[in-house]
């Protein structure tokens, strides 16, 4: 009878066993060799991963920024530069983490409420998103832009009166905002206000004129035409030709 062997490997898996060891080690001592090589100064790092992130290699823009974080864990720049990664990288739990880690720290850091909304946003969360853009109004009341998020936020769920609110609020701090009252006809029209729809388009058309946007002012005329069309309709009329089957 064949005596049974005990302990002793196959050839092929020694050799196999030895590879992976080998390629650890050669991985382990890149990463230590990288690390090395990155800047002592962490906004240098910052800009490094900040490099990376344009050519979307996501993974080493936050590998780079791990090097900072062991130097000083309560890095308030590193942290919104991971948040801002993560978050392109589609990653938005991850992304939401780091902007609610810098607002553990900092809570009234504008670009991390930012963050935040244009996170809650994607994630459909239209109410968490206008709660954080709302915290950045009041540290920030006179910028137009803030007012505009908050209108498409509200746009999204179809919360109309205070979509208007917004829209105007945006005007009301810059009567020169094109898209806001392009965007509040688009509101009036929802509502079935045509009148004030109307005027939004005119004032939107004058606007269009002196930036010399041709197609904004295609849009608006065009939308005017429609409009004017829909002015005369009855509800049986436009249910006719707009939904199906069509007359």
Not at 111 to 140: C, D, R, T
Not at 230 to 238: C, G
Request: glycine share 4%; proline share 6%.
């Amino acid at each position: 009878m064949r005596p049974e062997s005990y302990g002793v490997m196959e050839p092929s898996l020694t050799l196999w066993l030895t590879a992976v060891l080998l390629f650890s080690l050669v991985s382990c001592s890149a990463e230590v060799e990288n690390q090395s090589k990155l800047p002592e100064n962490p906004d240098e790092v910052i800009l490094l991963s900040i490099e990376k992130q344009k050519i979307g290699a996501y993974e080493e823009a936050i590998q780079s920024l791990d090097v900072v974080f062991k130097k000083n864990p309560q890095y308030l720049p590193a942290f919104l530069q991971k948040a801002k990664v993560l978050e392109e990288w589609g990653k938005r739990e991850e992304a939401l983490s780091a902007y609610q880690k810098v607002l553990e720290i900092d809570p009234n850091n504008v670009p991390a409420h930012m963050g935040s909304g244009s996170v809650y946003g994607k994630l459909s969360l239209n109410e968490k998103a206008i709660e954080e853009y709302g915290k950045v109004a009041v540290l920030n009341p006179n910028d137009p832009e803030i007012y505009f998020k908050i209108a498409l936020e509200y746009w999204y769920i179809q919360k109309l009166p205070e979509t208007v609110a917004s829209y105007k609020k945006v005007i009301e701090i810059k009567p020169d905002h094109l898209q806001a009252h392009l965007n509040l006809a688009s509101v009036y029209e929802k509502m079935k206000d045509w009148e004030m729809a109307m005027e939004e388009l005119d004032v939107s058309i004058q606007l269009a004129q002196k930036k010399q946007d041709k197609e904004a002012i295609a849009i608006a005329e065009n939308k005017k035409l429609f409009l004017k069309g829909r002015m005369n309709q009855t509800k049986n009329e436009f249910d006719r030709i707009t939904q199906p089957p069509f007359n």
